[in-house]
């Protein structure tokens, strides 16, 4: 039953996971990777840890650099999303335990985040750089459904006594500890070896992002100004211009009336202040005419560009479509990227933000900033704002928007952070 009612799942409880994160997905994906990298080991290396930094074979190397990023980042995901690992049923328990010990394998002696116990230190402090206190595998765990694994005949038994794996994976860990210490170059090299890591990932995440903003926009105003303007320029001729007049959305027209006639308001007004004799009616009409065709000519461009702007933003979207595909090993480091900084404030910042951006897109004055944003858009695509439609937008959008918001701070933030959620009633009251 559990398992039927979790395939049917509503559409929106599958978006809420897509934007808020699901721990058990994290989990799932973390676990695949680790399966991955476990076939390897044991179909190429009789199980033991593949030297990564020494592989000859590029495309193996790639491979493997592939899973541990996503083993790395879905684990942290995981220990974000999870408010504790007591939570977990017995076979989530089971895949955690797999994947923190195919992560310990290669992080061994590198600061990372457990979702499990860490060893105590002597002396009530935690050193940091300790290891996890990593368990053995379960034989009942099975591993990933994927191709590319390994025969079960190949693959390494966990040891049936889990006491003496738990005893002497301690002693062995103790005895690195011990070393570590003794060696100073050696635990400098790993805090080097960390940062420069950490550079690469803030370099490869700044590159990506700087490139989802810069090619849609280049990429659209050189497909408009260079390619679409030119093409629709060239389908209009200048006897048509007056009657392209009838083209343009009811705004627009009242505004080109509305202007025509304040210029021939202002010109019998002009006339009258001065004390001049009148102006002959047909020198009065062939001003107005020249300025209507004036008038003309710029909405007719403002017409043409509104045409142009909706198949440039088109290449646009494409545009960033497409760095999306190519560039698709570098969203996770992205994301890592983010993460790391929103994790990094402290809970005063987050409530501020989190306030901040709710007084903006759902907050009482919310509304006025919908309409400019929605008249603006309007325009730039050359369709009338209808007021019906803004409002209604105004009156849907921006409250399941706070719905969202308050559910995400109710059923996950709260479980994140509950001192950000203490602080951020606070900030309200």
Aim: proline fraction near 4%; charge should be negative; aromatic fraction near 8%.
């Amino acid at each position: 039953m559990t398992s039927a009612s979790s395939n049917q799942r509503s559409p929106f409880s599958q978006l809420k996971e897509q934007i808020f994160g699901n721990p058990e997905r994290s989990l799932k994906e973390a676990y695949e990777a680790a399966s991955r990298i476990k076939s390897i080991e044991n179909q190429y290396f009789s199980g033991y840890r593949v030297p990564v930094e020494s592989l000859t074979n590029d495309r193996l190397r790639a491979e493997m650099q592939k899973n541990l990023e996503v083993l790395q980042s879905r684990i942290q995901e995981f220990n974000a999303s999870s408010s504790a690992s007591g939570n977990l049923g017995s076979n989530s328990l089971e895949k955690l335990i797999f994947v923190e010990g195919v992560l310990a394998n290669y992080t061994m002696t590198q600061n990372q985040a457990s979702a499990l116990t860490t060893v105590p230190q002597q002396g009530g402090g935690q050193s940091p750089l300790s290891p996890t206190n990593i368990v053995d595998v379960p034989s009942s765990i099975e591993p990933a459904r994927n191709p590319n694994l390994a025969p079960p005949s190949q693959r390494r038994q966990p040891n049936n006594r889990s006491g003496q794996g738990i005893f002497n994976t301690s002693v062995s860990k103790a005895f690195n500890q011990i070393s570590q210490e003794l060696n100073p170059q050696q635990s400098e090299q790993q805090i080097l070896d960390e940062f420069r890591r950490s550079r690469q990932i803030t370099v490869v995440a700044i590159r990506l992002l700087a490139l989802l903003i810069v090619i849609p926009i280049l990429t659209q105003q050189v497909s408009k100004n260079l390619v679409i303007k030119p093409i629709v320029e060239q389908t209009q001729t200048r006897e048509e211009v007056v009657l392209n007049l009838n083209k343009l959305n009811s705004e627009w027209k009242e505004e080109a009336l509305v202007e025509l006639n304040t210029y021939e308001e202002e010109m019998k007004m002009e006339q009258m202040l001065k004390g001049a004799p009148p102006i002959d009616p047909e020198v009065m009409e062939d001003k107005v005419r020249e300025k209507a065709n004036e008038i003309a000519e710029e909405y007719e461009g403002r017409r043409i560009n509104a045409i142009s702007n909706v198949f440039a933003d088109f290449i646009g979207i494409m545009a960033f479509a497409l760095v999306l595909f190519v560039r698709k090993a570098d969203i996770a480091k992205l994301k890592s990227f983010i993460d790391k900084i929103i994790y990094g404030l402290s809970d005063t910042a987050k409530a501020f933000a989190i306030i901040l951006f709710t007084d903006i897109f759902v907050g009482f004055h919310s509304t006025h900033g919908w309409e400019v944003l929605l008249e603006s858009l309007a325009n730039h695509l050359g369709i009338a704002a209808n007021e019906s439609a803004i409002n209604l937008f105004i009156a849907t959008v921006p409250v399941v928007m706070d719905t969202i918001a308050k559910y995400w701070i109710f059923r996950y933030l709260s479980q994140m952070s509950a001192s950000t959620v203490a602080t951020l009633k606070e900030m309200n009251e």
